[in-house]
């Protein structure tokens, strides 16, 4: 079994930062890349960051140059530095994680459970 567990969302004013955490525990043999989503009330689910072995972080257009993501392969370990937070950053954001459980298992995609990111004076 496979858990993400995220951690630090939370309220901030605009222009502040938070560090969102995402920590993949279980059975693990590689993780391949890991990602964020994020959701808001009444839109789909969007693909913000994505950390892939072996290329360039990818960002969506809204939060370049404002959010960093980052992982500590030691420690199973993504995160996502997010700067000049923006009202319209508001949603929930989610951990995902495409990893195997072990050397000859395939490549399955895992979710963490969310956390709430709200950015408002």
């Known amino acids: 079994q496979v858990q993400l567990v995220e951690s630090g969302g939370g309220l901030v004013q605009p222009g502040g930062s938070l560090r969102l955490s995402c920590t993949a525990s279980?059975?693990?043999?590689?993780?391949?890349?890991m990602a964020w989503y994020r959701q808001a009330p009444g839109k789909q689910r969007e693909l913000v960051a994505q950390?892939?072995?072996?290329?360039?972080?990818d960002y969506i257009d809204s939060v370049k140059g404002r959010f960093f993501i980052s992982r500590d392969n030691a420690k199973n370990t993504g995160h996502l530095q997010m700067n000049s937070l923006k009202p319209e950053d508001t949603a929930v954001y989610y951990c995902?994680?495409?990893?195997?459980?072990?050397?000859?298992?395939?490549?399955?995609?895992?979710w963490g459970q969310g956390t709430q990111v709200t950015v408002s004076s």
């Open positions: 995902t994680a495409n990893l195997q459980s072990g050397a000859f298992d395939p490549p399955r995609k895992y």
């Open positions: 279980g059975t693990i043999f590689s993780i391949n890349s």
């Open positions: 950390s892939t072995a072996g290329l360039s972080p």
